[in-house]
């Protein structure tokens, strides 16, 4: 895959585009495929069949390991580079010079915002942070230890029942107010969410802070008392949404996709998301990661840990991609960060157990040869519980940050004249046909 930087030539062009020549070894029968875009589209093996009246050839992709369900210009990656952009946008120059509101809308609208176009976007988004009072309601009707992913899911789901105009989904203004909406709600409901989590009860939005500051007093403030956060911490906070905002067609993304392929509205499209960003395999991996950690406990037990990774009796946690072949950029920007948050926060003894862990990791050929190398989630655990955070609010946060990304790809797919309602094929491997038996026809 080139690089979003490279030019353009007539030469990069012939290489990306072409044809594939296809031969049938069941007939003989040769198929000349079009190449466009590096890419063959797979409905093009239907010309592919064994027989006149053959449905013609599926392509067998569990996981979608290597098939593309979209054309999207929101995010790219290059996993064997270690490249992670935002709109063409290298994420370590918008981490270190950029706002989480202002990554939001370069993602949503394509470019960065100036003065006026933030000052508009950032008033539209604080506009909508307030919720209906009977959200309130809907929230103090779970468990008090009721896990706050579902939660969180549930009040978003809700919000479609308070927004039935959201179903106009082809109306750009009314897309760009449920954006407003579902950016504007999601730190006040997060919030909330924690605060019956605790049994506190709910601090309203306060006019005049900025987006992170008022999600951390929301969380935070005791009843009575003024609350100042840390500005290091607030700082901590919107660089980790920026980092989560997107990260191109993963799990839950692909889920926002599929739903929203139906034309429900955004509420429903992103409750979606949720439900699989609250997977241990996708939201729940740094909480996994501190789970690891504590395990070993200390840092002289680190060898012996590493040891029995090796002989596969356990798993470390935290290393390699799905996607990144090389290194994670976003880990290195974190692990640069958390020596600022702790200084704030007083030292973890955990980031010592794991920078040791990845010390001896990344010198060990067992390692480096499989290309496993820290993500995102091996530092990030570590500075939300500096947070004071609980581990079940990880993937909570992990999802206030990716509301950015989710509405972002939404809006791109809902004007994808391409995009159809999803419906995979599948393989089928059941009986073939066969009769109910007479004991049952005729009892």
Known sequence: MQSSNAPVTAASKKQKNGTLTVTDNRTG?????????????????????????????????????????????????????GILRYRGYPIEQLAEWCTFLEVAYLLVHGELPDKDQLADWTRGIAEHIQVHENLKKFMDSFRHDAHPMPMLMGAVASLSCFYPS????????????????????????????????????????????????????????????????????????????????????????????????????????????IGALFGPLHGGANEAVLLMLDEIDSIVK????????KEGKRKLMGFG???????????????KMADQVFSVTGSNPKLAIAMELERIALQDDYFVSRRLYPNVDFYSGLLYQAL????????????MSRM??????????????????????????????????????YR
Not at 59 to 81: E, H, L, Q, V
Request: charged share 25%; net charge neutral; aromatic share 12%.
């Open 388 to 399: 004071n955070f609980p581990a079940a609010f990880f993937p909570v946060l992990f999802a």
């Open 29 to 81: 029968s040769q198929y000349e495929l079009p190449i466009e875009s590096g890419t063959v589209r797979s409905t093009d093996f239907r010309k592919i069949k064994s027989e006149p009246d053959d449905f013609g050839m599926i392509m067998f992709d569990p996981a979608y390991m290597n098939t593309a369900s979209c054309r999207s210009s929101i995010t790219f990656i290059d996993g064997d580079k």
């Open 166 to 273: 959201a179903k106009e989904i082809f109306d750009p203004p009314e897309r760009q107010m449920n954006m407003y909406r579902l950016l504007g709600k999601t730190p006040t409901l997060v919030a909330y969410a924690y605060r019956h989590s605790v049994g506190k009860p709910y601090v309203d939005p306060e006019v005049g802070l900025g987006y992170v500051e008022n999600f951390m007093q929301m969380a935070f403030k005791r009843p009575g008392q003024k609350y100042q956060p840390d500005p290091v911490l607030v700082r901590a906070l919107d660089i980790l949404l920026v980092l989560q905002a997107d990260h191109e067609q993963n799990c839950s993304t692909s889920a926002l996709r599929t739903v929203a392929s139906s034309q429900v509205d955004p509420y429903c499209s992103v409750a979606a998301a």
């Open 404 to 441: 950015s990304g989710w509405l972002a790809q939404w809006e791109e797919l809902v004007q994808d004249s391409e995009q159809k309602i999803a419906r995979p094929r599948q393989i089928y491997t059941g009986h073939e046909l066969r009769n109910v038996p007479d004991a049952f026809r």
């Open 321 to 335: 991609h799905r996607i990144y072949k090389n290194f994670d950029p976003r880990a290195a920007i974190i692990k």
């Open 302 to 309: 680190v060898p012996a840990f590493i040891k029995e990774v």
